[in-house]
């Protein structure tokens, strides 16, 4: 069945999850390798990504394995704030990025992509962005054809992590935890 809410692999019986700024452009490469799809059209093919960042369980694959991106919560809201807001006033300052979490993160849809995902099942395999190669290397059908070179070679994620700490202080950490408190106990981040 075609689903264009979810990442499947049927030949794997996988779905992935790929919440957003978590280094979901890279893994959807290294999936559709592997004949991950998304509404039957490979993830990644011809330089275009067609996944999804939404999150949706069908009865169909509900025995399926989960392989979920994950990021530091405190970092994938700040990338999100970067993401976003690239132009204009809350642009750069740490001062615009405590306003962004104060006043605008629980107005608009900033804050569905800083929460997400919410799920009910377990995951699985969980693909950290600060440790990808070792994730990877976790997951049987990607060990079982590429060496851990060439893991490590796919999955250079080619932008360096920004250190998140600098733009926190522990207000905002506070606030920003209240959204992402089931992200840090599912993914494994201390608070």
């Known amino acids: 069945m075609q689903n264009e809410w979810s990442n499947i692999s049927e030949k794997f019986k996988c779905q992935w999850i790929a919440p957003e700024r978590t280094g979901s452009r890279k893994i959807a490469e290294i999936l559709s390798y592997f004949g991950f799809t998304n509404d039957g059209k490979p993830l990644f093919s011809s330089n275009q990504h067609k996944y999804t960042h939404e999150v949706y369980f069908d009865k169909e694959y509900e025995d399926y394995k ?54 009910n099942r377990k995951i699985d395999y969980i693909i950290k962005l600060e440790t990808i190669v070792e994730d990877l ?46 992200l840090f106990e599912m993914w494994g981040y201390e608070r």
Request: glycine share 4%; hydrophobic share 35%; net charge positive.
């Open 66 to 119: 989960l392989i979920c991106n994950a990021r530091n919560p405190y970092a994938k809201t700040l990338a999100i704030y970067k993401n976003f807001y690239k132009t204009g006033i809350l642009i750069g300052s740490k001062e615009n990025f405590k306003r962004f979490v104060f006043e605008d993160l629980r107005l608009g849809r900033t804050v569905k992509m800083v929460q997400r995902p919410i799920l």
């Open 137 to 182: 290397q976790k997951i049987p059908f990607i060990i079982e054809k590429f060496s851990s070179e060439k893991i490590a070679l796919i999955a250079s994620h080619g932008k360096p992590l920004r250190d998140w700490e600098e733009y926190y202080d522990q207000e905002t950490k506070d606030v920003v935890y209240s959204y992402t408190s089931h």
